[in-house]
């Protein structure tokens, strides 16, 4: 992988675990409960991010915030 690949990727993992970020904070999770989440990029350039372990309670709080997304747009 030459390394504009692993750039552009890395961007775009970044920029999706701060949009993650952004979300959870809104839901008043405080940052101590995400703070193992990391931007990766694999050997071939896909972008991911690495969300760690996180409380059940968020998990929960996660759930229910994209059921109460999917209610919404499926009206």
Known sequence: MDMQTWRDGHTRATDAAESLRAAL??????DTAWSGMRPTVTYNGLPYVHLGMLPADVV??????????VRTSAR
């Open 25 to 30: 904070a809104a839901l008043g999770v405080p």
């Open 60 to 69: 929960e709080q996660m759930a229910e915030a994209v059921r109460a997304a």
